[in-house]
C-alpha cells in the first residue's frame, strides 16, 4: 500500500535560519508531489507541485523553493526563515493529474520566532 | 476566483445525519464535485467525488442536483470524530495538477 511520509511534525526556528522539511513516498512510482502551507486560520496554499525528478513549478513567489532529488522524495528549503513562513506545511502525492487521488502527510507546523 | 461557495460552520448533533452543502453554479461539464476534509492538525482527507450520479460509500453520501449547480454531502450517523472542516471542490480530473481548497464548512458534532 502507499504512504507519505513527511517529518518534523513541529518545528520552531529563529528567523534567518534555514530550513529543510522532507517528504518521501512508498508504494508508488513517479508520483505528483505537492507542497501546500496552511497559514493560521487560512485555507491551503498550493506552493510547489512537481510531475518528475528535478522538475519543480512554482506556484507563489516566496521565500521558499523545492526540489526532488529522488522519484519519491520532495524537500522543501529556505536560506532564510521570516516571520511570516509561519504555518502548516503539507505535503501530498497523486498519480496523473486531477483531484480525486490526492494523499496528503501529516504535516509540520513550523513556528519562526 | 472561488469555483465553490459553501457556509462557514455548521453544527450537528451526534448521530443525526450532517447535510454538507455546496453551490458551484459555473461549474462545466467534465467537471467533478470533490470533498475532502481535515480533522484539526491533521492533513486532508478525501471523501468522495461525483460527476452526475448520486454517489455513495462507506463514509458518506453525496447528491448532485439534477443542473449540478449544487450538492450536499451527507455523513449518515455523524460522531464526535466526525468533526472537522469539509472542502467541496470543483476539478476537471484531467491534466490539473493543482488541487484548489477554499474555506471549507466547520462542522461541529455536538454530543
Known amino acids: 500500500s502507499q504512504t507519505i511520509h513527511q517529518w518534523p511534525a513541529t518545528l520552531v526556528q529563529p528567523v534567518g535560519s534555514p530550513l529543510s522539511l522532507e517528504c518521501t513516498v512508498e508504494?508508488?512510482?513517479?508520483?505528483?508531489l505537492y507542497w501546500y502551507r496552511q497559514a493560521a486560520g487560512r485555507g491551503l496554499q498550493l506552493l510547489f507541485y512537481?510531475?518528475?525528478?528535478?522538475?519543480i513549478s512554482s506556484e507563489v513567489p516566496q521565500n521558499l523553493s523545492a526540489s526532488r532529488p529522488q522519484d519519491r522524495q520532495f524537500i522543501l528549503s529556505s536560506k532564510k526563515l521570516l516571520l511570516s513562513d509561519s504555518g502548516f506545511y503539507l505535503c501530498?502525492?497523486?498519480?496523473?493529474?486531477?483531484?480525486?487521488?490526492?494523499?496528503f502527510g501529516s504535516g509540520t507546523r513550523l513556528t519562526v520566532v | 476566483d472561488a469555483k465553490t461557495t459553501q457556509p462557514p460552520s455548521m453544527d450537528c448533533a451526534e448521530g443525526r445525519a450532517a447535510n454538507l452543502p455546496c453551490n458551484h453554479s459555473?461549474?462545466?461539464?467534465?467537471?467533478?464535485v470533490y470533498w475532502y476534509r481535515q480533522i484539526h492538525s491533521q492533513g486532508p482527507q478525501y471523501i468522495i467525488h461525483g460527476l452526475k450520479n448520486n454517489e455513495t460509500n462507506e463514509m458518506a453520501s453525496l447528491i448532485i442536483t439534477e443542473d449540478r449547480k449544487s450538492s450536499t454531502l451527507i455523513l449518515p450517523h455523524a460522531t464526535l470524530r466526525d468533526t472537522a472542516v469539509y472542502y467541496c471542490?470543483?476539478?476537471?480530473?484531467?491534466?490539473?495538477?493543482?488541487?484548489?481548497f477554499g474555506k471549507g464548512t466547520k462542522l461541529s458534532v455536538i454530543p
Open positions: 471542490i470543483v476539478d476537471s480530473g484531467a491534466g490539473s495538477y493543482q488541487l484548489t
Open positions: 512537481s510531475v518528475g525528478i528535478g522538475q
Open positions: 508504494g508508488t512510482s513517479n508520483p505528483n
Open positions: 501530498a502525492w497523486s498519480v496523473g493529474g486531477g483531484a480525486g487521488g490526492y494523499t
Open positions: 459555473t461549474i462545466s461539464g467534465n467537471e467533478y
